[in-house]
T-cell receptor, first 112, second 119 residues
């Protein structure tokens, strides 16, 4: 079945550092790929998405590129801020489906 | 739009009691999802509805859990009787489906969650 694997956390960085959170997936069709973010005490929020190969999703300085050849959707940000501290979830929805398959989440802490 | 609304935000109950969690999805969304989040098991999909009809309840843990969607603007998740291992944060989410256009059809919007503690 479909699955998503994220790099294990927690990840701790200093402010202004470069961020990469790895995400790889397994799917039978042509999935849409998502990054969701969960701030403390809140629900998940969509951060960015990409619907086909080579698409780049971007939002709030975060970027991720849909790489079909490596089945990956790594999340990157050039300069992180303390306010980026949260749990990040990679997810996919297979073509025609409404269900999301989530990775296990990566907790990110940014120190000033 | 107010977003997905869940109530209560916090619930503390004793083992054996009935618990009802409530959700109001975003108006016009055709899909509604119930999730459970714990430290041990992460985020789990319990059940989802399309146009008020349950489509997949394979994630419902056992018969103590039931979910209903009597109309397009309201859903409940009931646990009867509750047990300490049911303690978790329960999220409701909705998505527009094809009514939202192809690019948005599968994007899910989450509510703030209900934190349930069963003593």
């Amino acid at each position: 079945g479909d699955s998503v694997t994220q790099m294990e956390g927690p990840v701790t960085l200093s402010e202004e550092a470069f961020l990469t959170i790895n995400c790889t997936y397994t799917a039978t069709g042509y999935p849409s790929l998502f990054w969701y973010v969960q701030y403390p005490g809140e629900g998940l929020q969509l951060l960015l998405k990409a619907t086909k190969a080579d698409d780049k999703g971007s939002n709030k300085g975060f970027e991720a590129t849909y790489r079909k050849e490596t089945t990956s959707f790594h999340l990157e940000k050039g300069s992180v801020q303390v306010s980026d501290s949260a749990v990040y979830f990679c997810a996919l929805s297979d073509q025609g489906a409404q269900k999301l398959v989530f990775g296990q989440g990566t907790r990110l802490t940014i120190n000033p | 739009d107010a977003g997905v609304i869940q109530s209560p935000r916090h619930e503390v109950t004793e083992m054996g009691q009935e618990v009802t969690l409530r959700c109001k999805p975003i108006s016009g969304h055709d899909y509604l999802f119930w999730y459970r989040q714990t430290m041990m098991r992460g985020l789990e999909l319990l059940i989802y509805f399309n146009n008020n009809v349950p489509i997949d309840d394979s994630g419902m843990p056992e018969d103590r859990f039931s979910a209903k969607m009597p109309n397009a603007s309201f859903s409940t998740l009931k646990i009867q009787p509750s047990e300490p291992r049911d303690s978790a944060v329960y999220f409701c989410a909705s998505s527009p489906g094809l009514a939202g256009g192809r690019s948005q059809s599968d994007t899910q919007y989450f509510g703030p969650g209900t934190r349930l503690t069963v003593l």
